[in-house]
C-alpha cells in the first residue's frame, strides 16, 4: 500500500486530497497507466504529463521512476518562482 496526494488543479480535478492504494506498477508510468483506467475524472487529471511533476517519499523525480519500496507518491503542477 502507499500514499497517493494530489496537489492544487490535479486534486480538484481527481476530487481527493490523497488515497491509499495497493499497486503491482513497477514505475510512476505504470501507477499512472492504472490510475487513469479507473475512472474518468483519473484519466482527465493524467491527460497530459507534461503538465505535471512528480514526488516519491518527497523527493522530485520523474515518470519512469521506480516504485519499489515507496510508501508516498505525489503529483502536482509545475511550480513557479518569484
Known amino acids: 500500500m502507499m500514499d497517493i496526494l494530489y496537489f492544487a488543479w490535479v486534486r480538484e480535478r481527481i476530487g481527493?486530497?490523497?488515497?491509499?492504494?495497493?499497486s503491482e506498477a513497477a514505475t510512476v508510468a505504470e501507477l499512472v497507466e492504472e490510475l487513469r483506467g479507473r475512472e474518468e475524472r483519473y484519466e482527465v487529471a493524467f491527460s497530459d504529463l507534461s503538465a505535471l511533476r512528480v514526488a516519491v517519499d518527497q523527493e522530485l523525480t520523474d515518470f519512469n521512476a521506480p516504485l519499489a519500496g515507496a510508501r508516498e507518491v505525489a503529483f502536482f503542477p509545475?511550480?513557479?518562482g518569484g
Not at 481527493?16 to 495497493?22: N, S, Y
Open 16 to 22: 481527493l486530497p490523497r488515497e491509499r492504494v495497493d
Open 78 to 80: 509545475p511550480m513557479t
